[in-house]
């Protein structure tokens, strides 16, 4: 009878367990750790360029920004929204930072009101995706050209190039007292993954964040001020790409109005090969930040090698693929045996619609 | 008790004869819908001929029907994927692919009809769209990151195809190359036929069966599910269409601009949603038309004929265009909330 | 917890390889060998002596970095077959290799650059994507001794050498010209033309505009910016039609823009009434020049801009020349050249192309 209850209880406790999320999430984690452990391999035994300490550094610079942008799209994805907006926000800041040093402000308050413009832009694309309820997908497409347009009316044809060293040699020094190999911007990207990872996985306000993206109806009834908080992340965006709009225009010394051109949906990618999900409620920074050395990883290593660069994108896309697949079928293959069909349903299904 | 099992009806969808005064403001609502997009457009037309004439006349009313016909193409593909409560991000590469290698034929094999070389595009489409379709619906995956990934895999290949080639219009054969230019009392054939393709669409979404169940899906597709509707096969078919589509756009870029290389139709993704979008189709799914979103296609080239006609400074035309964008989707989606909540408090008290 | 033992380790994993690999490797590296260098180590072994009688080193690993790969002028610059950059490379027994991104970006040029220069690259070809955003990466490459030349769109503060195509002033002035011969040096015309904030096409206007002041009676209505896109370019074409009903010429100094703008006045109602001239290539624009929508336009042979290049670069990279005005050498079968002001090569002046001789080019 004892043994019976054992059991019994044994298998629910391994149910639950496998039910559990946090468990779920985990494999894609490792499965992604070994990815770029395999990238890493793949890229030394290819080319003997590829692990030099030169080149980590080269890929710090070149991929900084895009690194940094996919923190608070990270926040925003699992909130179950999206921002598109986000090359153009850098690009706006950037347009921004040009105009008014080509006006002579001084550095400090350039960066003041490059900040307060990034915040209002990412207030603008959270007050309409909160208040007026209007879609994230279709609103930042909106805002997407229209900031890129702010740019555009900020320096028309012009290029601002003529920033003092002090500055422009974040493009070009690395962090002092690291190994040579620390770009300021990788230095940046590791402690804002940091703060990020922190508050979105041991602070109230993360739990929050992933109870909107499961449910935002049960999390407003269980009292979260969800449109507060979706605000908050938009603004959080805003201000995280106008400073990656900063990084980027003092690494190459130049302030035009297509910086940034097209970077959203790399940055996109990146999230969402990090497991995650697009519907909300799943993901982790953890992910992200392997996702990133992933995808950065595969593009320097073709690079390194001759394989095709044109290539690139399919390799980008076939991994995008590998990261739903392979967990829903891990997923698949395990609840085949024992769940309900009604268990079984994928979470797009059950999304439900926003009124 | 059964009534709960039926998919709910949104907007867009005409019901069965029982419910008569529901189906009745159904219609009306509807209907408002996309005479409110043409408002708008009417709206938008008379003001800008007012500050210039030459706005309306008869070479730019061509000009921009010809400039919309692609993207009302895509708009009719990608509408019937948004229904269903999908995306699909891939449309800018097929297009790209497919107006490569179907215009490539004419210098391949020369005398080739264009018939054929516009199956070639439609088939290249289809391919795409199947893929598409297999994993997005027997592999139940969120449909913008399968289609987010075939956008860099299809463009990619047509890099790696493409190289530094090009097709030049002198390759293409006149009558090929004439297909956007020939025009009957004043408006392109082009328009013509493809106004025609999307009220075939339209038409086939509100009445064939398969068709409606495609706003079943994107309203609550576990009811859907259980109602019998076989989802898997309508979302299939959907991207299916929605990439064959895309395919026939290509071709038809093609004989537009003379000039294909390994950069055609990039970026056309987020335009295409955005004109879908526009023209009233709810992002979620389950309601809008394919004319609506016909409409918003010819919304956004007009607004876009209207700047660079009325000579605003070009370094302003980026950010105007991006606020009426943003304007006319608060706009549309606005309205769309206010009827649908309309609705539901009229379905109530009628209850 | 399990969660947070097991994503540790996750992520300790990769990042202790690359610490480790980091500090254990040195920052030189060891040259690959690439499949250019293998094939045209067995050619150097015939052609070196072509190259070593002249002073001029071999084995050189020569990168070229267009602005993007997928463009057809720049496939025709740099190819061999079409007797470009690599194949000037070929004969003088050196390493040729065209590498860059796809999206005519810095941000999509500089990787390769990096690249490039982490390969052991001796010399860099490079067209600029921007004139200053290039430069911390190109200037840390000249920095170890790499020579930096940049053709087609220059990077002026950061690089050896400039191998420009046609004077600047020459390739506005000429467009200008052109287009008056046309249109009876009078009447409305405008310029179709790139992203706004493009150096070259930027250029060219200002020396446009110079020189129409020698045509009062021709008057420039609009700049418009067709930023190389297809429908971008068509739809600022047709405003243009729309907003000047009495325009009589267009210029557009990019091969993007008169394609577009020769596919919209492709029609009975403006062949003819419409003039249109620019930069465009023989192939594209053989079908407009056949049916009479475009007369003349004017370009250069790109091949030889390639070519040049290539030359430049291994006699900079082997010391012949400096980038000293009035410095010469000889660039194969195009024949001596000599450094000019700004450390400027010129190719030479620009062609015009017409329907006399549009058939003997296939680029």
């Known amino acids: 009878m004892n043994s019976h209850r054992e059991r019994l209880r044994k298998r629910a406790d391994k149910g639950t367990a496998e039910r559990d999320w946090a468990h779920v999430l985990l494999r894609w984690e490792t499965g992604l750790a070994i990815v770029v452990v395999g990238i890493v391999a793949i890229g030394a035994l290819a080319s003997p360029d590829f692990l030099t300490g030169n080149n980590l550094f080269n890929l710090g610079l070149s991929n900084g920004e895009i690194a940094i942008m996919t923190l608070p799209m990270t926040l925003i994805i699992i909130s179950g929204e999206i921002d598109l907006s986000v090359a153009s926000m850098l690009g706006m800041s950037s347009a921004l930072l040009g105009f008014l040093w080509a006006r002579g402000w001084p550095m400090p308050a350039i960066f003041v009101m490059v900040a307060v413009v990034g915040l209002a832009a990412g207030a603008v694309n959270g007050l309409l995706v909160t208040r007026l309820r209007l879609p994230s997908l279709a609103v930042t497409i909106g805002t997407l050209a229209l900031y890129r347009g702010i740019a555009t009316i900020l320096l028309g044809p012009n290029t601002v190039s003529n920033f003092p060293a002090a500055y422009t040699n974040l493009g070009v020094n690395a962090v002092p007292f690291t190994s040579n190999d620390m770009t300021y911007s990788t230095l940046v990207f590791l402690v804002l993954a940091v703060i990020f990872g922190v508050v979105l996985h041991s602070t109230p306000f993360g739990r929050s964040i992933y109870a909107m993206g499961a449910s935002a109806e049960a999390a407003q009834f269980a009292g979260i001020r969800v449109k507060r908080i979706k605000t908050t992340l938009f603004m959080i965006s805003g201000l995280v790409c106008s400073a990656a709009g900063v990084l980027w225009t003092f690494r190459l010394n130049t302030a035009v109005q297509n910086n940034g051109l097209g970077l959203e949906l790399d940055v996109v990618a990146i999230v969402l090969l990090a497991g995650v999900s697009i519907f909300g409620g799943k993901g982790s920074v953890i992910g992200v930040v392997l996702a990133v050395l992933a995808f950065c990883g595969i593009q320097n290593a073709l690079l390194l090698t001759n394989f095709n660069q044109e290539a690139s994108g399919i390799v980008t896309g076939a991994l995008l693929l590998a990261s739903v697949f392979l967990p829903n079928a891990a997923r698949w293959l395990h609840g085949s045996r024992r769940l309900s069909w009604a268990a079984r349903r994928p979470s797009w299904l059950t999304r439900t619609q926003s009124t | 008790m059964r009534a709960a099992l039926l998919p709910k009806r949104e907007t867009g969808q005409p019901a069965p004869s029982g419910t008569g005064q529901a189906a009745g403001l159904a219609e009306r609502v509807f209907r408002v819908r996309e005479s409110g997009i043409l408002v708008v457009l009417i709206v938008f037309v008379a003001v800008t001929t007012l500050l210039r004439h030459r706005f309306l006349d008869q070479s730019n009313i061509q000009f921009v029907l010809i400039d919309t016909t692609v993207f009302a193409l895509l708009a009719l593909g990608e509408t019937m994927v948004v229904i269903s409560r999908n995306v699909d991000l891939s449309v800018g590469s097929v297009l790209g692919l497919s107006a490569y290698l179907s215009t490539n034929l004419f210098g391949q094999h020369p005398g080739i009809p264009v018939v054929v070389v516009f199956l070639a595009g439609l088939g290249i489409g289809l391919a795409c769209g199947l893929a598409n379709g297999i994993m997005v619906a027997a592999g139940r995956v969120p449909s913008l990151v399968v289609t987010l990934a075939t956008l860099y895999i299809i463009r990619g290949i047509d890099i790696l195809i493409v190289g530094g080639n090009e097709v030049v219009a002198q390759s293409l054969p006149n009558a090929f190359l004439d297909i956007p230019k020939t025009t009957v009392i004043g408006i392109p054939d082009l328009a013509i036929v493809i106004a025609a393709v999307i009220a075939v669409g339209w038409y086939y979404l509100r009445t064939f069966r398969s068709g409606r169940d495609l706003y079943a899906i994107g309203s609550n597709p576990e009811a859907a599910r259980l109602a019998g509707i076989p989802v898997g096969r309508r979302v299939f078919t959907a991207f299916a269409v929605s990439g064959a589509i895309a395919g026939v756009a290509g071709v038809l870029w093609g004989a537009q601009y003379g000039t294909i290389d390994s950069t055609a139709g990039t970026g056309y993704e987020l335009q295409v949603i955005s004109a879908v979008v526009v023209g009233g189709v709810a992002i979620f799914g389950g309601s809008g038309s394919v004319v609506g979103a016909a409409l918003g296609a010819l919304l956004l080239s007009t607004i876009s004929s209207a700047l660079y006609t009325l000579g605003i400074s070009p370094f302003w035309d980026q950010a105007i265009w991006g606020f009426l964008l943003l304007l006319a989707i608060t706009l549309d989606q606005t309205i769309t909330q206010r009827l649908t909540s309309a609705l539901r408090q009229r379905r109530i008290r009628h209850e | ?363």
């Open chain 3, 1 to 363: 917890m399990r969660l947070r033992r097991a994503t540790l380790l996750a992520l300790a994993l990769p990042a202790a390889i690359t610490l480790a690999a980091c500090s254990s490797s040195s920052a030189s590296s060891t040259s690959t060998t690439t499949p250019a260098t293998s094939s045209s180590a067995t050619t150097s072994a015939t052609s070196s002596s072509t190259a070593s009688s002249s002073g001029l080193k071999t084995g050189l690993k020569v990168f070229i970095i267009p602005k993007n790969l997928g463009n057809s002028y720049f496939t025709t610059a740099d190819s061999a077959n079409s007797g470009g950059a690599i194949a000037a490379l070929d004969t003088l027994g050196e390493s040729g290799t065209e590498t860059s991104g796809t999206a005519a970006t810095p941000a999509s040029q500089i990787p390769a650059i990096q690249a490039a220069i982490a390969k052991g690259a001796n010399a860099l070809i490079v067209s600029a994507t921007d004139p200053t955003a290039l430069c911390p990466t190109l200037e840390s490459a000249m920095k170890r001794g790499i020579t930096v030349v940049t053709y087609d769109s220059d990077a002026p503060t950061c690089r050896d050498l400039f191998v420009n195509q046609a004077s600047t002033a020459e390739i506005g002035t000429s467009e200008v010209d052109v287009l008056a011969s046309e249109i009876g040096d009078s009447g409305q015309i405008a310029i179709v033309s790139a992203a706004a904030s493009a150096t070259n096409q930027n250029a060219w206007i200002g020396y446009m505009k110079q020189e129409l002041k020698k045509y009062p009676k021709m008057s420039l209505v609009s700049i418009v910016y067709g930023n190389d896109d297809p429908t971008t370019a068509t739809q600022v074409t047709q405003g243009l039609l729309q907003q000047y009903p009495n325009l009589k010429g267009i210029i557009s100094p990019t091969t993007v823009g008169i394609a577009a703008a020769a596919a919209v006045l492709d029609n009975a109602k403006y062949r003819g009434k419409i003039m249109l001239t620019g930069l465009g290539t023989p192939d594209e624009m053989k079908k407009y020049v056949a049916d009479g929508t475009v007369k003349e336009f004017v370009l250069w042979n790109p091949a030889n801009l390639g070519y040049l290049a290539a030359y430049a670069a291994v006699n900079y990279a082997s010391g012949k020349i400096t980038n000293a005005e009035g410095q010469s050498f000889t660039a194969g079968k195009l024949g001596s050249y000599t450094v000019g002001a700004d450390d400027t090569i010129l190719l030479g002046p620009p062609t015009v192309f017409n329907a006399a001789n549009i058939n003997n080019f296939n680029f």
